[in-house]
Structure formats: C-alpha cells, structure tokens
C-alpha cells in the first residue's frame, strides 16, 4: 500500500509538472499569434495606393523624358544611368501588391499552423521534446517574416526618395537630352 501511494504521489507531481509546463508553451503559442496578428495589421496598412502614385510619377517623367530626348542625339552615359535610375524605382512599386500578398499568404499559413499545434498539445499528440523544437522553429518563421516585411518598408522608403531625388533632378536631364 506504502508503494501504492508513492507511485501516485509520483504520478501526480509529474503530471503537474507537465501541465505547467504545456501551459507555458501554449502561452508562447499565443504570443506568437498575437506578433502575427499585429504583423499582419502593418501589412495590410502597407499603401499600394502610394505605390500606384509613386508608378504615375514615374509614367509621367518617362513620357517626359521621351518627348525631350533628341532621336538624332544618342543620350550620354550619364543621361542613360539617369533613365535606368528611373526603371529601377518602377520595379519596386510594381511588385509591391504581389510583395504584400505573399506576406499576407505566409502570415495566414503559420498562424494557422500554430492553431493547429494548440489543437496537438490539447490533444495530447507531442513530446514536450518536439513541442519545443516546433516551437523553435516557429520563432524563425516568425523572424523571417517580420525581416521580410522590413526589407519590403525599407526598400519603399529608399525607393521613394529615389525617386523624389530623379524628378527634382528632371529638368536638368531634360536639357542634356536635347
């Protein structure tokens, strides 16, 4: 009987233990939906309509650029790096909207991931073992996707001062490529 009691003494303690300790993890679970959540958030908020502005801007200088260019001058090395400075800004602002769906489909796919693996640890289905390898590696998915949401804000702001500096330089381009 003495041995009886010990065992579920044991039993009772480990148990306990396990619990605290899917507790914890399932609270990391839900920080990680939340930083998804509010990823998600400054996604969304992301403007194609400044993208789409910033693409008329660049429309507009090219046409400029193409009435003014001589068809008997041939453009000087500068005057072809000045349009190619202009080409490069249009990629930018074009790929934006597929940018922003992509991270959009990446944040959606791991949240759900991390909903389905609260429906595992209430299911009973990991090791605590795997629980925090999955974990691991969710925080990386989550790293990665926030990097790639910065890389995206930071190569607009670039982009978009790029941009303002070519169309205050225009006129001056303008003249060379008469």
């Not at 090791?127 to 804000?153: A, P």
Request: hydrophobic letters at 35%; one cysteine or more.
């Amino acid at each position: 009987m003495k041995q009886f009691i010990y065992i579920l003494t044991g039993v009772l303690l480990l148990s306990a233990c396990s619990r605290s300790s899917l507790e914890a993890e399932k609270s990391t679970i839900d920080s990680l939906l939340l930083a998804y959540q509010k990823l998600e958030a400054q996604v969304e908020s992301m403007s194609t309509d400044e993208a789409k502005e910033h693409l008329a801007t660049y429309k507009t200088s090219i046409e400029l650029i193409k009435k003014n260019t001589n068809p008997n001058k041939m453009p000087s090395m500068e005057s072809s790096r000045f349009i190619d400075a202009f080409r490069s800004v249009k990629k930018t602002f074009k790929k934006l909207p597929k940018k922003q769906s992509t991270l959009t489909q990446h944040i959606a796919t791991n949240s759900e991931q991390l909903e389905n693996l609260l429906e595992d640890i209430r299911n009973n289905l990991l090791s605590s073992n795997k629980l925090e390898e999955i974990l691991t590696q969710e925080k990386i998915l989550l790293n990665d996707v926030r990097s790639s949401y910065q890389l995206i804000v930071r190569g607009m702001e670039e982009e978009k001062e790029k941009l303002d500096s070519l169309v205050i330089l225009l006129p001056t381009e303008l003249e060379k490529l008469r």
